[in-house]
């Protein structure tokens, strides 16, 4: 399916990543199936893209009836059968493998045949995925970053089945919503992680080991070089959870001890310090 006959895209998952992927498709004229487990959790993600369409009206980036015209174009669900009606589908649900392949094999039986499936995530390997459905060749890593909305980069990552045809559909559906689409090759962490999540551990290796503060740390990346949020600020804004999880994944991929999650992350994680999610991580909110 090319990217011009796409019409009407499911997101599987309304949380952080899936309601800012449903806001780019449905700004971009796309109808959007939102499709989650609960409506808790459906109204949640829809008044966050409410939310933050409303900063994009105030920014005079879209007018109002814009808006209007975006929450019109979204369609929340519970029933995983409404894929039957979608074009293309990205799955972002949280990044955890067992999750991940139950939710992708139900929506690989609930969608048409030839429709591109799409996951967003940001470490587990795609051709490892591709392996636990029947559309290995129209499956695909679509790397949304956070947030969503605002960030430029969607890292695209081909497995060792994703055919030329879903790989070139997928990059003129990026270029669609305004995006910048860079194409990896699969491996743990593909690109983006592989090497951001190692500064991040290491900064809080720093911390336990009492080199300096989080703060300090932070000050010396963000004035020193040139960064625009330091490491630990940038860890409590992803998620300490999510960044334990996705070193696990290079540690196991890899198989090479310099990917050790650093205890002290671990520690916060097991506390329920998971960042601003929870409101406190390195830093209180």
Known sequence: MSANSIKTVTVLGA???????????????????????????????????????????KKNMISEADKVATLGRIQPTTDMAALSAADFAVEAVPERRDLKVRVLQEADAALRPGVILASNTSSISITELAAQIGRPEKFIGMH??????????????????????????????????????????????????RVLTPMINEAAFAVMEGVATPEAVDAVMKLGMNHPMGPLELADLIGLDVCVDIMEVMHRGFDDPKYRACPLLKEYVAAGRLGRKSGRGFYQY
Do not use: W
């Open 15 to 57: 949380g952080t990543m899936g309601n800012g992927i449903a806001h780019v498709f449905a700004r971009a004229g796309y109808t959007v199936i939102l499709r989650d487990v609960k409506e808790l959790f459906l109204d949640r993600g829809l008044e966050t893209i409410s939310k933050n369409l409303d900063r994009e009206v």
């Open 144 to 193: 949304f970053f956070n947030p969503v909305p605002v960030m430029g980069l969607v890292e695209v990552v081909r497995g060792r089945a994703t055919s030329d045809a879903t790989l070139q559909a997928t990059i003129s559906l990026c270029e669609k919503l305004g995006k910048r689409p860079v194409c990896v090759n699969d491996a743990p962490g593909f690109v983006s992680n």
